[in-house]
């Protein structure tokens, strides 16, 4: 049995703010030997992209072609990943662990439907497998996954969509039979706001699926809803740990089966509002972008009848083409433990005092200790730009 465990991986994914500068694959990689070491198991290490990268990346597509090809996004936008397992592997290397870079091709995640925005179907466990074992025991037994990616049919590289590594993470532990899946964030677990919005909100010690999913699918960006259900359907525990906040092993919100709910404040800073002149210009835009997978949330006021939605380049041309954008409103949706969800469209310059009153009706002050303050204002990695300039600072010339 002893033999079996040991043979069983250790799965870690860590988002780009892990990267935000370069000691930080340093920094991951003495983790990452230690944990192997502790527990002498093979290793899975799933990366994102080095915080910024993939919306430069976004931005200078855009200013090339409004419109571009699913097939040539997909190419560009999944580069950011391939240089964040690049520099890991040898980070790992540095530190003197062997470990093995994988393309999406070899991670066995396959996906189909749109190169930039495909569905993963399938996690097959072979190739995993031969790359941590070998055919004959030998193999590398680290090795580093880029996150958010998956092969199609014809062996092309596929994005699974923004802030989707969790999905990555918890497909391959699910394929390798690992109890648990390691998710870490520059946040100390799950929380019932964004501590760096709200300074007065709680790390929850455990959540369900199903709390977490809801959290999820109104727009927080805790774990990708996606994720959850994949975790869910294969029985993987989640636990999701803040790195480098606490070495404490404990750290963290554990994501499981019969878990409580929780009451949480969303502060939807990235998305978009539009107004429609009626209610069925609006319901016709939110059923086109279902179809794309797009979410959408409809909020009704006394002014009129507004579409919140993600950030989507090109959107205007499409759907979206009879709305008004109104940059000056955000959307803030007050969850109860209840399941109801109520949404509020405030002044931008207003959204942190009113997320932290909402806040403070859900979880009065001095009922449970707060999380604490966050360690200074997130940030973008100044090296985000290592493949392409930013192209807001630097546009290119009319006839480039």
Same mark, same amino acid.
């Given at each position: 049995?002893?033999?079996?465990?040991?043979?069983?991986?250790?799965?870690?994914?860590?988002?780009?703010?892990?990267?935000?500068?370069?000691?930080?694959?340093?920094?991951?990689?003495?983790?990452?030997?230690?944990?192997?070491?502790?527990?002498?198991?093979?290793?899975?290490?799933?990366?994102?992209?080095?915080?910024?990268?993939? &919306? $430069?990346?976004?931005?200078? #597509?855009?200013?090339? =072609?409004?419109?571009?090809?699913? +097939? !040539? @996004?997909?190419?560009? /936008?999944?580069?950011?990943?391939?240089?964040?397992?690049?520099?890991?592997?040898?980070?790992?290397?540095?530190?003197?662990?062997?470990?093995?870079?994988?393309?999406?091709?070899?991670?066995?995640?396959?996906?189909?439907?749109?190169?930039?925005?495909?569905?993963?179907?399938?996690?097959?466990?072979?190739?995993?497998?031969?790359?941590?074992?070998?055919?004959?025991?030998?193999?590398?037994?680290?090795?580093?996954?880029?996150?958010?990616?998956?092969?199609?049919?014809?062996?092309?590289?596929?994005?699974? &969509? $923004?802030?989707?590594?969790? #999905?990555?993470?918890? =497909?391959?532990?699910?394929?390798? +039979? !690992? @109890?648990?899946?390691? /998710?870490?964030?520059?946040?100390?677990?799950?929380?019932?706001?964004?501590?760096?919005?709200?300074?007065?909100?709680?790390?929850?010690?455990?959540?369900?699926?199903?709390?977490?999913?809801?959290?999820?699918?109104?727009?927080?960006?805790?774990?990708?809803?996606?994720?959850?259900?994949?975790?869910?359907?294969?029985?993987?525990?989640?636990?999701?740990?803040?790195?480098?906040?606490?070495?404490?092993?404990?750290?963290?919100?554990?994501?499981?089966?019969?878990?409580?709910?929780?009451?949480?404040?969303?502060?939807?800073?990235?998305?978009?509002?539009?107004?429609?002149?009626?209610?069925?210009?609006?319901?016709? @835009?939110?059923?086109? /972008?279902?179809?794309?997978?797009?979410?959408?949330?409809?909020?009704?006021?006394?002014?009129?009848?507004?579409?919140?939605?993600?950030?989507?380049?090109?959107?205007?041309?499409?759907?979206?083409?009879?709305?008004?954008?109104?940059?000056?409103?955000?959307?803030?949706?007050?969850?109860?433990?209840?399941?109801?969800?109520?949404?509020?469209?405030?002044?931008?310059?207003?959204?942190?005092?009113?997320?932290?009153?909402?806040?403070?009706?859900?979880?009065?002050?001095?009922?449970?200790?707060?999380?604490?303050?966050?360690?200074?204002?997130?940030?973008?990695?100044?090296?985000?730009?290592?493949?392409?300039?930013?192209?807001?600072?630097?546009?290119?010339?009319?006839?480039?």
């Amino acid at each position: 049995m002893a033999e079996l465990t040991a043979r069983v991986p250790l799965v870690m994914k860590f988002g780009g703010s892990a990267f935000t500068e370069l000691k930080g694959f340093t920094r991951v990689a003495r983790y990452a030997a230690r944990r192997r070491a502790d527990g002498e198991r093979p290793l899975i290490v799933v990366v994102s992209a080095m915080s910024g990268t993939t &919306g $430069r990346l976004r931005r200078l #597509l855009d200013s090339l =072609a409004p419109d571009p090809p699913a +097939d !040539a @996004a997909a190419m560009l /936008l999944t580069s950011g990943e391939t240089v964040s397992v690049a520099l890991l592997a040898a980070a790992l290397d540095a530190e003197g662990v062997a470990a093995r870079p994988l393309s999406a091709a070899e991670t066995g995640l396959l996906a189909d439907r749109l190169s930039d925005r495909a569905h993963l179907h399938r996690a097959d466990p072979g190739p995993l497998r031969s790359a941590l074992y070998g055919s004959d025991g030998d193999g590398c037994r680290v090795v580093v996954v880029p996150g958010g990616q998956a092969a199609d049919p014809a062996g092309r590289t596929v994005m699974l &969509g $923004r802030n989707s590594s969790d #999905l990555s993470a918890v =497909a391959l532990a699910g394929a390798l +039979d !690992a @109890a648990v899946c390691e /998710l870490y964030s520059d946040v100390p677990g799950v929380c019932t706001a964004d501590p760096y919005l709200v300074p007065g909100a709680r790390t929850l010690d455990r959540i369900g699926y199903a709390g977490l999913r809801r959290m999820s699918r109104h727009g927080a960006k805790v774990v990708h809803d996606s994720a959850v259900d994949w975790a869910e359907r294969t029985g993987v525990r989640l636990h999701c740990r803040p790195f480098p906040w606490a070495a404490a092993q404990g750290a963290g919100t554990l994501v499981g089966p019969g878990g409580p709910s929780a009451a949480a404040v969303i502060v939807h800073q990235t998305d978009e509002v539009w107004r429609f002149r009626t209610p069925s210009e609006r319901r016709r @835009a939110a059923d086109a /972008l279902h179809t794309r997978d797009v979410r959408t949330t409809a909020v009704d006021t006394r002014s009129g009848a507004y579409l919140v939605t993600p950030r989507e380049p090109g959107a205007p041309q499409g759907p979206l083409a009879a709305a008004r954008l109104h940059d000056d409103l955000c959307l803030i949706t007050a969850l109860g433990e209840d399941g109801a969800a109520d949404h509020l469209l405030v002044r931008r310059t207003d959204a942190e005092r009113e997320a932290r009153r909402c806040h403070d009706v859900l979880h009065p002050p001095g009922s449970r200790p707060s999380t604490g303050t966050p360690p200074g204002a997130k940030s973008r990695s100044p090296h985000s730009s290592v493949l392409v300039a930013d192209p807001a600072a630097s546009p290119l010339p009319p006839d480039a």
